[in-house]
Nanobody
């Protein structure tokens, strides 16, 4: 069992930065690939970034490449999403997720944290 709790969301002006954090509980955290998803009103949830359990592989949504960076600290059971050069279209609820079977089936979700970027 893994529980995920996000923090760090808020209101920021376009061009600004935010750092999201996801605290995970559970002894098997390091065996999960971790990801950040987001969902804007009226839109489907999309995967923003992901990182493998080994920290070797990362992936990003095309629209955030070069602006967002995902990282994890397995010793602290933490996952981070550094978001720079934020745009109004980045406004969404951001969710932390954990999976061992690929991103079509996510085993655990956090409760979400709101990110609002004003123009």
């Amino acid at each position: 069992q893994v529980q995920l709790v996000e923090s760090g969301g808020g209101l920021v002006q376009a061009g600004g930065s935010l750092r999201l954090s996801c605290a995970a509980s559970g002894r098997t955290f390091s065996s999960y690939a971790m990801g950040w998803f987001r969902q804007a009103p009226g839109k489907e949830r999309e995967r923003v970034a992901a990182i493998s359990w080994s920290l070797i592989t990362t992936s990003y949504l095309d629209s955030v490449k070069g602006r967002f960076t995902i990282s994890r600290d397995n010793a602290k059971n933490m996952v981070y999403l550094q978001m720079n050069s934020l745009k109004p279209e980045d406004t969404a609820v951001y969710y932390c997720a954990a999976s061992v079977t690929g991103w079509d089936t996510v085993q655990y979700w956090g409760q979400g944290t709101q990110v609002t970027v004003s123009s």
